[in-house]
């Protein structure tokens, strides 16, 4: 399911304080740097998922350039990028391929102690 994405609120038309926007733009570019280091690291090697994540990193936070800072919009926005580099930190694992054909597949550190959970036809089910 795809989540929808917030309406933007014109900068102009929000009654912000500049010390608010500054927290704000801060916040923002703090966390569009930390998804685009967890890909970084996630995607090392692969150049064509670094460009291809990178492209979309940034298409997604210009998508949300215009929310008022402070918003409930703009607030929902900074906590998916922060759960967004999480999940490519400890979620996501570059299979690499070995000379005899078949992926090998070396977790790191942050990938310690995480488990995959196998959807059953049950809960699949509840997807359609």
């Known amino acids: 399911m795809v989540k929808a994405l917030p309406t933007l ?14 927290k704000m733009a801060a916040a923002g570019l703090a966390a569009y740097r930390a ?17 291809e994540s990178s492209v979309e990193i940034r298409r997604r936070f ?29 979620m996501i694992v570059q299979a690499k391929r070995a000379p005899s054909g078949s992926f090998v597949v070396k ?8 488990t ?3 959807p059953s036809e049950e809960t699949l089910s509840t997807f359609k």
Not at 65 to 90: K, M, Q, Y
Not at 107 to 114: L, N, S, V, Y
């Open 9 to 22: 609120v014109p900068l102009r038309h929000h009654k912000a304080t500049p010390l608010l926007l500054g």
């Open 35 to 51: 998804v685009l280091r967890a890909a970084r690291r996630t995607f090392s090697g692969d150049e064509l998922m670094l460009t």
């Open 62 to 90: 210009e998508e949300h350039r215009g929310l008022a800072p402070g918003s409930e919009d703009a607030v929902r926005a900074l906590s998916d990028a922060d759960e967004a580099a999480h999940f490519i930190t400890n």
């Open 107 to 114: 977790p790191e550190k942050a990938h310690a102690g995480q």
């Open 116 to 118: 995959l959970e196998i």
